[in-house]
């Protein structure tokens, strides 16, 4: 044997045998890591603490200040008592709403003064002509109805935690159908290389069929037609392999997009397309999609959020009733320093309440919403009533496949035998060639049949997994 053979040999071993397997998990790896579904789910769950977080700054202490000048002349000094009063005023203050109460709290400092022109006085009569004012205050305000505790405060917080379920629902949702998707496709590649192995087999057998007519007949033991039989059976093989290549390069290609793995032509499918999955009974089925389902999970959120919505329409319903408390210091002086000795003191404690005589446009809006909570348990009764009639269609189609399976394996088993006799019968010179060609097109399609059968079952029972979504669980 020389070196050129010996490379050649080398080379044929390396491709052969350098082909790793590709297993479903890797492959479903790929499509998580390249698919923006998967991607992109922190980032939502960030926005969405984000804008809770926002929310609850309502309770953040807030800081407020005023400077201001101002110069006053009336127009009858004798009527106001003053021809001019000139003042400078700071005031800084501070307020927070709590949380947890409702209440709201305010407080701050005030400070003011400057010269005074008072009319003309009697006699005996002495005013300066300064005056300084400062104050002190601090004020309270409870709700005891309308968003007591914060109620209507918080609503939109308690909205922004069903946002944050509602998009991990949705988003799980979507990544089952594209992996049970992906999955389908990954089944379709074992198909396609189990029936280019077929396909290729048989295409070597017609090239030897040809082979060996075209001997017999240059040794005048056939026809010249049984020659043109061979080879017309050689290219339909041929043409039908290259059809599949074709096929199977295009899929290649589609696999490659959504899983970001770029040597699929140079590997191999890690499944055993004769294996078929083992099929839970019906009833278990059917449980795991009523206790599972996402979608109606989904329709069932709506309904919370509805309620939670109709909770804050009847809080507005309510009288705006509020418990008012303010205490004061004070002090107005002509000297400066006797104007810091604050001992005039004020304290006012009071209600106050505020109703509309109607209020359509609520009661309306509550009456609205809930005839949408009846609307969408409707939609969940006809939902779950139409999913699980597909999922037992589709369960008693995989049901009934197995059976068929096993048929389709002695049919097989038969159109071999049948091949090997038709040979048999065309080497004794008693039968036409024609007919070793259709006993070896029935093994061919026998084998095909089978395999697509096979293919079917997996593709539905991944179609039966995402149905029930348990295919990630």
Do not use: C
């Not at 969405?48 to 800081?63: C, F, S, V």
């Not at 295409?203 to 017309?232: G, S």
């Not at 509805?306 to 418990?323: H, P, V, W």
């Not at 809006?365 to 005839?371: A, C, D, S």
């Amino acid at each position: 044997m020389n070196m050129k053979k010996l490379h050649i040999i080398f080379w044929g071993a390396l491709i052969v045998y350098g082909q790793s397997n590709l297993t479903m998990d890797q492959f479903l790896a790929g499509v998580r890591n390249s698919d923006p579904v998967f991607t992109g789910e922190q980032i939502t769950q960030q926005r969405i603490e984000r804008e809770k977080a926002a929310l609850r700054g309502i309770d953040d202490w807030q800081i407020e200040s005023q400077f201001g000048v101002s110069y006053i002349e009336p127009s009858n000094p004798y009527i106001s008592g003053f021809e001019s009063v000139a003042a400078a005023e700071l005031s800084g203050g501070l307020s927070r709403y709590f949380w947890n109460s409702g209440g709201s709290f305010s407080g701050g400092l005030s400070f003011s003064g400057g010269p005074v022109a008072y009319a003309s006085t009697g006699p005996g009569i002495d005013l300066p002509d300064q005056n300084y004012e400062h104050s002190i205050n601090l004020g309270y305000v409870q709700p005891l109805l309308k968003n007591f505790r914060g109620r209507l405060t918080k609503l939109p917080i308690r909205l922004k935690d069903f946002e944050r379920e509602i998009d991990l629902l949705e988003r799980a949702d979507k990544r089952e159908a594209i992996l049970a998707s992906a999955a389908s496709a990954y089944v379709d590649w074992a198909y396609f290389e189990a029936r280019k192995e077929i396909l290729a087999e048989r295409l070597t057998l017609a090239e030897r069929e040809y082979e060996r007519t075209k001997e017999k007949f240059e040794a005048h033991l056939v026809d010249q037609v049984d020659v043109i039989r061979a080879e017309t059976s050689m290219e339909r093989a041929r043409l039908s392999l290259e059809s599949l290549n074709s096929e199977l390069t295009s899929h290649l290609i589609y696999m490659t997009i959504i899983s970001g793995i770029e040597d699929l032509s140079s590997r191999k499918p890690e499944l055993d397309i004769d294996e078929l999955p083992e099929l839970k009974d019906i009833g278990s089925v059917q449980r795991e999609f009523k206790t599972g389902s996402r979608l109606i999970a989904l329709l069932r959120k709506n309904i919370e959020l509805l309620e939670i919505s109709r909770e804050g329409k009847e809080e507005e319903l309510k009288t705006n009733l509020n418990l008012a408390g303010n205490l004061s210091l004070a002090k107005s002086d002509g000297e400066i320093g006797e104007s810091f000795i604050l001992d005039q003191p004020t304290v006012s404690v009071g209600l106050s309440m505020d109703f509309p005589l109607d209020n359509k446009v609520l009661l309306n809006e509550i009456e609205v919403n809930k005839l949408s909570i009846e609307e969408i348990n409707h939609q969940i009764t006809v939902l779950e009533r139409a999913q699980l009639n597909a999922i037992t269609k589709i369960h008693s189609t995989l049901k009934s496949l197995k059976p068929v399976i096993e048929l389709q394996k002695k049919q097989i088993e038969i159109a071999r035998r049948s091949e090997e006799a038709e040979l048999a019968v065309y080497q004794q010179g008693r039968s036409d060639f024609t007919f070793v060609i259709q006993a070896e097109d029935a093994v061919l399609a026998s084998r095909l049949a089978v395999l697509e059968t096979k293919r079917t079952f997996h593709k539905l029972f991944y179609q039966l997994e995402d149905l029930t979504d348990s295919f990630m669980r």
